[in-house]
């Protein structure tokens, strides 16, 4: 649907080069190309709505010719760095791939555009904003551990629970360093494990519904961040020795008390994009949005059961005031144009 667009537009940019006796040359609100922009769309709320929001940007405001493609973070740089292939990840999570992604930058296959979020991703400690309130003294991880009774397990209600990670998730051993190294269970706490996904977004869910106390783990942006409000529980400067240790099931140290230290996601794009569609990496460069944005956006999603394209299209029409500041004024009319009837 957004590829109508580009020959139009290739041809309004050539008859506009040779006016100006720039032949070839395209303008800085032109796609500047009519080879196809494949844009990976991962199979996470957060990724899935960028795929769309950028696809529909760069499709009706530049006259790009885009294409929307499924996408995972292993299969997608895979591709990219030996084919350049899809030409724009939106939101590549580059801690497991750091390696790979420095390599295919050096031979000239993809650059790195920019941070999808600011601040990269986000794992932490979370107790629900109404607790909070009512006990303004919970600060810091101490502060909570110290209050077992206020977060009582429904197993055993003389101990409090943390809620863990998923199983198999480098984070499920984080979280069980970061209890031992709390010694949390000689302070009365259970360690539990949530099963999966669901169910740990499940009892977040439970608990914010009936007003109850929750101690959790979660990660963001996501839809539960963008949900229920919560404060992130104070944990020590990051360590990142002590964090290495902490997720390594064959360090014999003993666990250490951090914080996660922040997951970097980035915009990263194939490297032909700066030569031949200038304008578009000038765009990709910009991108940047703040974790709490996408995060209410993906919950808005949630809420009204609105896949991808939707979710896309409202942010489109309701929050021109962040996506406006990414281009040029003529081709925000054009975007606001485009989807004003969709």
Not at 195 to 213: C, E
Request: glycine content about 8%; hydrophobic content about 40%; overall charge negative.
């Amino acid at each position: 649907m957004f590829g109508k667009r580009a020959p139009r537009a290739l041809a309004s940019g050539i008859a506009l080069g040779i006016v100006l006796g720039l032949t070839g040359a395209a303008s800085a609100t032109e796609c500047g190309t009519d080879k196809k922009i494949d844009i990976a769309e991962m199979n996470w709320a957060t990724a899935a709505a960028l795929a769309h929001i950028h696809a529909h940007i760069l499709g009706d405001g530049y006259g790009c010719n885009t294409e929307v493609v499924q996408g995972d973070t292993v299969p997608t740089s895979a591709s990219m760095f030996a084919r350049a292939k899809p030409a724009i990840a939106p939101e590549l999570w580059t801690s497991s791939i750091e390696d790979k992604l420095k390599a295919a930058v050096a031979d000239g296959k993809v650059f790195v555009a920019g941070d999808t979020f600011l601040g990269g991703g986000l794992e932490a400690w979370f107790i629900p904003q109404y607790v909070k309130d009512e006990h303004p003294e919970l600060v810091t991880a101490d502060d909570v551990i110290a209050h077992p009774e206020i977060f009582p397990s429904p197993d055993d209600p003389s101990k409090g629970r943390l809620y863990g990670c998923i199983p198999g998730w480098a984070c499920e051993i984080a979280n069980a360093s970061l209890f031992k190294a709390y010694d949390m269970e000689n302070k009365g706490w259970e360690l539990f494990s949530p099963g999966s996904g669901g169910n740990l977004a499940a009892s977040i869910a439970r608990a914010y519904t009936r007003h109850k106390p929750i101690f959790y783990y979660y990660w963001g942006p996501t839809t539960i961040l963008g949900k229920y409000p919560a404060y992130q529980v104070e944990l020590p400067p990051v360590d990142l020795k002590g964090y290495e240790c902490n997720t390594n099931p064959e360090c014999k140290d003993p666990p250490v008390k951090t914080a996660w230290p922040s997951s970097p996601i980035k915009v990263v794009a194939a490297d032909w994009l700066k030569t031949d569609a200038p304008a578009v990496a000038d765009y990709l460069g910009g991108i940047t949005m703040e974790r709490g944005d996408i995060s209410k956006l993906i919950a808005w999603g949630d809420d009204n059961k609105a896949d991808a394209e939707a979710t896309a299209i409202h942010f489109l029409k309701e929050q021109k005031d962040i996506w406006g500041k990414w281009v040029p004024a003529d081709v925000a009319d054009k975007v606001s144009a485009a989807v004003a009837n969709m």
